[in-house]
C-alpha cells in the first residue's frame, strides 16, 4: 500500500505567476482533498474531488482550481498569484465510504515573492 | 460556520509530565471529531477519531474525550516524551450536513514541546 505522495516539495514563484501542485493519491482512494495552510495557522479547505468533479469547495477564489484524473491523481492550480498565497499546501485521500479516514501528504510549500 | 479554537497555543513541559489539550467548537452538530499530529514541514497523522456517540478514545499514552453539548474535546497524553514535541490539531466537519464527509475545519493546534 503506498501513501500519498505530493510534487514539488518546495516552490517559488513571483506574483502574478501560475502555479500546479501534484498530488498522488492513496491506492484505492477515490476522494481526495486540498487544504491551505498559512505559516502558524491550522489547515484551511480549498476543494474537494470526487470521481474527477467537484465535490465542496471552501472560501477560496475561482483562480484556485482543480482536476482529479482517472488514475485519482490531483492537480491544485492557483493562478495570479498572491503575497498571500504563500503556505503549505496539503492533499489528503480517502474513499468516500470511509471519508472520516483521510490520509495526508507531507505538502507542499510554496513561497510568493 | 463551524469555528475551531485550541488553547493554549504552545506548551513546555517536561519529560513524563501528563497534560491536556483543549479544543472548543462553535456548532455542535458534529458527528466526529478528529485529533492530529503534525511534525515541523510535515503532513497530518490522525491520532485519534471520535464518532458523536462517543465520549472518549483512547491509544496508547493518548485519550481524547468528547462533550458535544459543551462544544469541547480534549486530548490527554500521559507520560509525555520528547518524541511528543508536535503540533497537535483538532478537527470537526465543515458543517452538520452529510455532504461534508472529508471536509474539515481546523483549529490553529497547540505547539508542545517536552523537554528532557
Redesign the interface.
Known amino acids: 500500500e503506498t501513501g500519498v505522495t505530493q510534487s514539488p516539495t518546495h516552490l517559488i514563484k513571483t506574483r502574478g505567476q501560475q502555479v500546479t501542485l501534484r498530488c498522488s493519491s492513496q491506492s484505492g482512494h477515490n476522494t481526495v482533498s486540498w487544504y491551505q495552510q498559512a505559516l502558524g495557522q491550522g489547515p484551511q479547505f480549498i476543494f474537494q474531488y470526487y470521481r474527477e468533479e467537484e465535490n465542496g469547495r471552501g472560501n477560496f477564489p475561482p483562480r484556485f482550481s482543480g482536476l482529479q484524473f482517472p488514475n485519482y491523481s490531483s492537480e491544485l492550480n492557483v493562478n495570479a498569484l498572491e503575497l498571500d498565497d504563500s503556505a503549505l499546501y496539503l492533499c489528503a485521500s480517502s474513499s468516500l465510504q470511509r471519508a472520516h479516514e483521510q490520509f495526508f501528504g507531507p505538502g507542499t510549500r510554496l513561497t510568493v515573492l | 460556520k463551524q469555528e475551531?479554537t485550541?488553547i493554549p497555543a504552545a506548551l513546555s513541559v517536561p519529560e513524563g509530565e501528563n497534560l491536556v489539550l483543549n479544543c472548543s467548537f462553535t456548532d455542535s452538530a458534529i458527528y466526529?471529531l478528529?485529533w492530529?499530529r503534525q511534525d515541523p514541514?510535515?503532513?497530518?497523522?490522525?491520532l485519534l477519531?471520535i464518532q458523536s456517540s462517543q465520549r472518549e478514545q483512547t491509544s496508547g499514552r493518548l485519550n481524547a474525550s468528547l462533550d458535544k453539548s459543551s462544544g469541547r474535546s480534549t486530548l490527554y497524553i500521559a507520560a509525555s516524551q520528547p518524541g511528543d514535541s508536535a503540533t497537535y490539531?483538532c478537527?470537526v466537519p465543515?458543517n452538520a450536513g452529510g455532504?461534508?464527509?472529508?471536509?474539515?475545519?481546523?483549529?490553529?493546534?497547540t505547539i508542545l514541546t517536552v523537554h528532557p
Open positions: 475551531v485550541q466526529n478528529q492530529f514541514g510535515k503532513g497530518l497523522t490522525s477519531l490539531l478537527a465543515i455532504t461534508s464527509y472529508g471536509k474539515l475545519t481546523f483549529g490553529q493546534g
